[in-house]
């Protein structure tokens, strides 16, 4: 019985300490990532080694590069998209909805040690062509899920 209070002691504080310095939590602050995740939204964040995971498709944690061409965003708050691009891959900005012919268009090759992002919100918010292509040293922590709002939580009790 000891041995096995014992060790159940040593799981639980190994989970804390695996908690406390490989996951964060991170609340969204824009509207760029909507449908997906809105405003006040909670997400879990791997944060140690993200760019051995990333992933097409994958939503990110990211400080904007220290070139980035849009001077009013804060590099200390860390933005949240989508990783659309890696490196080699060809990524193309359509200009006009519907598109009407290639001019009205933009390539783009991700240079390597970079990868590209959207927010999921079509034709609304910033993405690595307004940004700039985000080098992996800038990304931050890999999102694993969203977060049950309070409200949501069956275990958490409304205060009356």
């Known amino acids: 019985m000891n041995a096995f ?11 804390i300490i695996f ?3 490989f996951l964060i939590v991170a609340t969204v602050i824009s509207q760029s990532m909507s449908p ?10 791997l944060r140690h080694w993200p760019f ?3 992933r097409k498709g994958q939503i990110v944690l990211f400080r904007l590069p220290n070139n980035s061409v849009q001077p009013e965003l804060s590099k200390d708050i860390p933005l949240i998209k ?3 691009g890696l490196p080699g891959d060809k990524v193309v900005r ?3 909805f519907p598109p009407n012919d290639s001019s009205d268009n933009t390539e783009l090759i991700v240079p390597s040690s970079h990868f590209f992002v959207r927010g999921d919100l079509p034709l609304a918010g910033n993405d690595s062509f307004t940004l700039g292509i985000i ?3 800038n990304l931050l922590a890999l999102v694993i899920m969203k977060l049950p709002h309070q409200k949501d939580n069956p275990y958490v009790r409304n205060k009356i």
């Open 135 to 137: 080098p992996f040293e």
């Open 82 to 84: 989508r990783v659309v």
């Open 52 to 54: 051995c995971w990333l």
């Open 5 to 15: 209070c014992v060790a159940g002691l040593f799981l639980f504080i190994s989970l």
């Open 36 to 45: 997906t995740l809105e405003v006040g939204d909670r997400v879990l964040a």
């Open 94 to 96: 359509v200009w006009t």
């Open 19 to 21: 908690t406390r310095f």
